[in-house]
């Protein structure tokens, strides 16, 4: 089993910043790559950012330029940093693990935190 913590969420107005982190604790030694998901109200789970034990990254396009997600192999721990927060960046954020070096899916992650809100006012 493996544990997620999130941190970091919080209200911000439009152009702000906000940095969340993620903890994995347990059993994370097949952990491959981590990422962060959004849920925005009435909206499906979408994917945000990942980054794999090998340090290669990934964007979804509507964050390009503005997240920017790093990782800490030493600890498992992720983060996730936003800068020029738009009100539709306004969701429960949530930690995800894969042992998968390229997850092709949401199926293909094992472990999910419980998110934490990040709320951006126009």
């Known amino acids: 089993q493996v544990q997620l913590v999130e941190s970091g969420g919080g209200l911000v107005q439009t152009g702000g910043s906000l940095r969340l982190s993620c903890v994995a604790s347990?059993?994370?030694?097949?952990?491959?790559?981590m990422g962060w998901y959004r849920q925005a109200p009435g909206k499906q789970r979408e994917l945000v950012a990942t980054i794999n034990l090998y340090g290669s990254t990934y964007y979804t396009d509507s964050v390009k330029g503005r997240f920017t997600i790093t990782r800490n192999n030493a600890n498992y721990t992720i983060y996730l940093r936003m800068n020029s927060l738009k009100p539709e960046d306004t969701a429960v954020y949530y930690c995800?693990?894969?042992?998968?070096?390229?997850?092709?899916?949401?199926?293909?992650?094992?472990?999910w935190g419980q998110g934490t809100q990040v709320t951006v006012s126009s």
């Open positions: 347990g059993s994370v030694g097949s952990i491959n790559t």
């Open positions: 995800a693990t894969s042992d998968y070096e390229r997850p092709r899916g949401r199926y293909e992650y094992d472990y």
